[in-house]
C-alpha cells in the first residue's frame, strides 16, 4: 500500500556532503514516523535518523552534528542532509515509515521500507 523511492546517493570523498531523499506514494490513510537506516557491509542495519510527525529527532551518536532530518509533509518526503561524511559511513541507506493504511475495512498501522540507495565515502 505505500512505496518508498529513495535517491541522492552516490560517491563522494570524506569531508563531503549527500543529501538523500524518500519519496513516498500509494494508498495510505497517513504516514506516521519516518527515518533513515544504514547497512554497512558485513554489518546489521541500524539506525541512523527518525522523525515523528510532531518533530522530534532521534540520531545515532555516530552522526549527531552531521547528519540532519527533516521532511515535507505535503509532499510525504523525507530527506537526510550529510555533511562531513566519513568512510565510515559508507553503506546502503535505507528510508522506513510506519503509515496507517486500510488493506480492508480496518485501519492498520505497518511499517515500509525503500529498497535502498548506495552511499561511498572515499577516503
Known amino acids: 500500500q505505500v512505496q518508498l523511492v529513495e535517491s541522492g546517493g552516490g560517491l563522494v570523498q570524506a569531508g563531503g556532503s549527500l543529501r538523500l531523499s524518500c519519496a513516498a506514494s500509494?494508498?495510505?490513510?497517513?504516514?506516521?514516523?519516518m527515518g533513515w537506516y544504514r547497512q554497512a557491509p558485513g554489518k546489521q542495519r541500524e539506525l541512523v535518523a527518525t522523525l515523528t510527525t510532531d518533530s522530534n529527532t532521534n540520531y545515532a551518536d555516530s552522526v549527531k552534528g552531521r547528519f540532519t532530518i527533516s521532511r515535507d509533509n505535503a509532499k510525504n518526503t523525507v530527506y537526510l542532509q550529510m555533511n562531513s561524511l566519513k568512510p565510515e559511513d559508507t553503506g546502503v541507506y535505507y528510508c522506513?515509515?510506519?503509515?496507517?493504511?486500510?488493506?480492508?475495512?480496518?485501519?492498520?498501522?505497518?511499517?515500509?521500507w525503500g529498497q535502498g540507495t548506495q552511499v561511498i565515502v572515499s577516503s
Open positions: 500509494g494508498s495510505f490513510f497517513s504516514i506516521n514516523g
Open positions: 522506513n515509515c510506519n503509515a496507517d493504511v486500510y488493506p480492508g475495512l480496518l485501519r492498520r498501522r505497518y511499517d515500509y
